[in-house]
């Protein structure tokens, strides 16, 4: 099949529809997790996180075979892999009748996006570095962040027409369209020369690169963190809104307007970070973050949530913050590791998902009646994250 050279632009837009297949399996279904779970038989509503948290957890147990294996074979093979993996397993979830078949489903569900995911962040490290890199990294994100805006308005209208079974119908041709747009106008980025054979000694040696810089360790740690963080948020927002608040027609426009938060900010800090840097912005989001946190713990401890009004004006500071925190995070993590970019994208993700999955599990066993432990949650978070980044510089 011939690939034609494509514009900046376009590149960009593709980058970002290969990591945006997360985000419309995540978002798309969140109006629908209650109708999910009384379908399947889920007993308590903090279970209904699973179907959430456990598509994280593929993604990163994924990334430890297709970050390395893309190495080897390049990175589209891999990536045709992963749909394949992923169409198979959204089938799993479509007849699921059960807790288990559904968390099976998300978790293989996970597992195929992680080959879209690690490899469109390696493909932007083989064609990109340093501060341009995190400038492309925030334009692709910028983009991505359209889903989180549209896909719950969009699973609530699939949901009243027809069934949740749909949504997964309607994410499966999306993945087919994006994976034919790849195949026909990205070219193969990693050259064979430059492709290093698959074997367990690779792979052992990689990881021991890939934690020879403290930099790399460092904000793979801040990425745990704030991902753990954030991951309460997308599990949670459901129950907080919809049972808490009753708010459940209005739900999918408040989850899309706190997105748009996000990408106002990342866009922002596509702009800013030629002139100021990764690490600068990086640092005021980071105190940002857990200044906006803590406050709400110290005036909202042991009372009834506030009106939503002034929650959704947190979220949008908190989600604000994280604009600037995710990609200058990720281009500062691989910025040493550039020369292994497909294992080291595998290790630092599979690392910082193993730490945030256990995170967003155990605060969001707390959420009850209240937001509070989600921003408990985000205080420590935020709080850890910026001790961190204080501790590598002292010592640069």
Known sequence: MKVQKISQFEFIALMASLMAMVALSID??????????????????????????????????????????????????????GFLVYIIASFICIYSNSIEM??????????????????????????????YMAKIMSFVTVIFLIVPTIAPAMGKLILDIHSWQAIFYVQLIASIVICVWFARRQSETLAKENRIPFSFQ???????ETFRYKQTVAYTGVSALITGAFMVYLSASQQVFQLQYGLVDEFPFIFSSLAITVGSATFINAKLVMKYGMEKLLKNALI????????????????VNPPVEILILFFGIQFF????????????????????AGIGAAITGFVATLFSVPISIFIGSFISTTALPMFIGFSICGGLSYMIYFILRANK
């Open 28 to 81: 798309a279904l969140l109006p629908a997790l209650q109708q999910i779970g009384e379908d399947i038989g889920i007993q308590h509503a903090n279970d209904g996180q699973l179907l959430i948290t456990m598509i994280f957890l593929g993604l990163g147990i994924g990334q430890l075979f297709f970050g390395p294996l893309s190495d080897t074979l390049g990175r589209k093979k891999v990536v045709y892999i």
């Open 102 to 131: 559904m968390v099976a489903g998300r978790i293989l569900q996970g597992i195929g996006l992680s080959a879209a995911r690690t490899v469109s962040i390696s493909i932007i490290r083989d064609c990109y570095s340093g501060d």
């Open 202 to 208: 690779t792979f052992i040696e990689g990881t021991k």
């Open 288 to 303: 940002g973050f857990f200044i906006t946190s803590i406050s709400y713990v110290i005036i909202f401890n042991n009372s």
């Open 321 to 340: 913050m994280l604009g600037f925190i995710f990609g200058n995070t990720r281009a500062l993590m691989m910025e040493p590791i550039g020369h292994i």
